[in-house]
T-cell receptor
């Protein structure tokens, strides 16, 4: 149980294009989903927290107009990197938390984005 | 000072050794403590989840929380090469609806056959 998938697992795009990453909780309903990015040999950096049906809460320094997050259902959240640039190249990971009292976060396998 | 401190290592041990991984923290309000394992180019996998103080055991893994010292540990018994990964601690307070976790940097572990 508690499986989270991400799609795509990797993507290469040209500078200036937009990329959408999907995060799905496969066997539970996720009231809250989190989006992280991770640079090589560094820890996870939280970008934003999203609750189903409401606007995402972005961490300080994360541009909400550049990283669009939609949490339209209890099993799906999407992250769109708009007008991507090479500095946006990173490993993007989502996590999902079931219920309102459960504190555990279950992570997806991550998406490696490379912007040329 | 960071809220959560974790030695990044790397830590290298022979197969079969007992491994001790640790994190210290500064926020006395932290109540939930987690250990995640992350293999290279993969998402983190939840290993252990504890609430407040005490010990929790699951197979070869034991998690300890000492709130008086603001110190948590993960012990791995009979370590295997497949345990080679980065281990991250994470924690958060009890109060509030924001379930944002505060993360350690992660400790890189290599178990040598």
């Amino acid at each position: 149980g508690a499986v989270v998938s991400q799609h795509p697992s990797w993507v290469i795009c040209k500078s200036g294009t937009s990329v959408k990453i999907e995060c799905r909780s496969l066997d539970f309903q996720a009231t809250t989903m989190f989006w992280y990015r991770q640079f090589p040999k560094q820890s996870l950096m939280l970008m934003a927290t999203s609750n189903e049906g409401s606007k995402a809460t972005y961490e300080q320094g994360v541009e909400k107009d550049k990283f669009l997050i939609n949490h339209a259902s209890l099993t799906l959240s999407t992250l769109t990197v708009t007008s991507a640039h090479p500095e946006d190249s990173s490993f993007y990971i989502c996590s999902a938390s079931p219920g309102t009292t459960n504190n555990e976060q279950f992570f997806g396998p991550g998406t490696r984005l490379t912007v040329l | 000072q960071k809220e959560v401190e974790q030695d990044p290592g790397p830590l290298s041990v022979p197969e079969g050794a007992i491994v001790s991984l640790n994190c210290t923290y500064s926020n006395s309000a932290f109540q939930y403590f987690m250990w995640y394992r992350q293999y290279s180019r993969k998402g983190p996998e939840l290993l252990m989840y504890t609430y407040s103080s005490g010990n929790k055991e699951d197979g070869r893994f034991t998690a300890q929380v000492d709130k008086s010292s603001k110190y948590i540990s993960l012990f791995i018994r009979d370590s295997q090469p497949s345990d080679s990964a980065t281990y991250l601690c994470a924690m958060r307070p009890r109060a509030g609806n924001n379930r944002k976790l505060i993360w350690g940097l992660g400790t890189s572990l290599a178990v040598n056959p």
